[in-house]
């Protein structure tokens, strides 16, 4: 059991730059894989980036390769999304995963857990 809550959203313009956070309780931080999504709306949610429990294994979204950034500190029990070079295609609440298996959660149906969402505007 985890409960995630995101912060970081806001508005920026393109070519702009937002670095979201996601803390989670609880003393087992360490042993989930973590992921972020996005939901524009009218459009379904979307996977954006994976990470290990260790860190060791992560994984984009083709659209966001190369510009977006996962890490963990899991002694802070807390999960980054770094967002670089932004563009307005990427406004969309972002949501952080949390998955309890060994596989990172690259689809939503393999997210266990989810926090409440962040907004991220960027204007053009």
Request: one cysteine or more; hydrophobic letters at 35%; proline letters at 2%.
């Amino acid at each position: 059991q985890v409960q995630l809550v995101e912060s970081g959203g806001g508005l920026v313009q393109a070519g702009g730059s937002l670095r979201l956070s996601c803390a989670a309780s609880g003393r087992t931080f360490s042993t989930y894989a973590m992921g972020w999504f996005r939901q524009a709306p009218g459009k379904e949610r979307e996977f954006v980036a994976a990470i290990s429990s260790s860190g060791g294994r992560l994984v984009y979204a083709a659209s966001v390769k190369g510009r977006f950034t996962i890490s963990r500190d899991n002694a802070k029990n807390t999960v980054y999304l770094q967002m670089n070079s932004l563009k307005p295609e990427d406004t969309a609440v972002y949501y952080c995963a949390a998955s309890d298996g060994i596989v990172v959660p690259t689809t939503s149906k393999a997210a266990d857990y989810w926090g409440q969402g962040t907004q991220v505007t960027v204007s053009s």
